[in-house]
């Protein structure tokens, strides 16, 4: 039972680089998320979907992009890294709205950006 | 979305309960309360949601006043791996997203 998969786990860039963070998820969920969480803070979200197909934009989405081509993938792009995108990167899935259904988080994606 | 406070940090023996409180003054009748928390640096980790009875599960119980103003995490034997920081968060119906503040970071003193 895999739960939510990220890949990969680090991953060093230099500015101006490009990549793609890959969730996926096998429980057959309807919502995903991505967060950001800096040094001694909380999570911030950057974008989210309701569906496949769907996407949509949260707290801190400048300088991302997100697609769910699939149920089961969630892909989030930095088209251009820049060192303030240097954080940990949480994917999450849930069953349904996040105030009914319990949201399950992957270990995260350690990016940095030199 | 209600806004939570929590105390910064927290200590408590091993062995002993764990009773984490948070406040949510402002919380709507639709909102419901929900608690996570985060080991180390993992992914966080669902423990329990309410919204207005108390609930227990196999991991803590949450109480709820009955004003809903506030609420408290209990984690009744605390281990050494309970060592986290726990996030109070409360969410309206509909809401399609959580909101996470900074938490309480809890430490097990041995």
């Known amino acids: 039972n895999a739960g939510v998969t990220q890949t990969p786990k680090f991953r060093v860039l230099k500015t101006g680089q490009s990549m793609t963070l890959l969730c996926a998820q096998d429980?057959?969920?309807?919502?995903m998320y991505w967060y950001r969480q800096d040094p001694g803070m909380g999570l911030r979200l950057i974008h989210y979907?309701?569906?496949?197909?769907?996407?949509a934009k949260g707290e801190v989405p400048d300088g991302y992009n997100v697609s769910r081509l699939k149920k089961q993938n969630f892909l989030l792009g930095l088209e251009s890294a820049a060192p303030s995108q240097t954080s940990v990167y949480f994917c999450?899935?849930?069953?349904?709205?996040?105030?009914?259904?319990?949201?399950?988080f992957g270990d995260g994606t350690r990016l940095s950006i030199l | 979305d209600a806004k939570t406070t929590q105390p910064t940090s927290m200590d408590c023996a091993e062995g002993r309960a764990a009773n984490l409180p948070c406040n949510h003054s402002?919380?709507?009748?639709?909102?419901?309360v929900y608690w996570y928390r985060q080991i180390h640096s993992q992914g966080p980790q669902y423990i329990i949601h309410g919204l207005k009875n108390n609930e227990t599960n196999e991991m803590a119980s949450l109480i709820i006043t009955e004003d809903r103003k506030s609420s408290t995490l209990i984690l009744p034997h605390a281990t050494l791996r309970d060592t986290a920081v726990y996030y109070c968060i409360a969410s309206n119906f509909g809401n399609e997203k959580l909101t996470f503040g900074t938490g309480t970071r809890l430490t097990i003193i041995p």
């Open positions: 979907s309701v569906g496949e197909g769907t996407t």
């Open positions: 402002t919380i709507s009748g639709n909102e419901y």
């Open positions: 429980m057959n969920h309807e919502y």
């Open positions: 999450a899935s849930s069953f349904g709205l996040p105030w009914d259904q319990p949201q399950h």
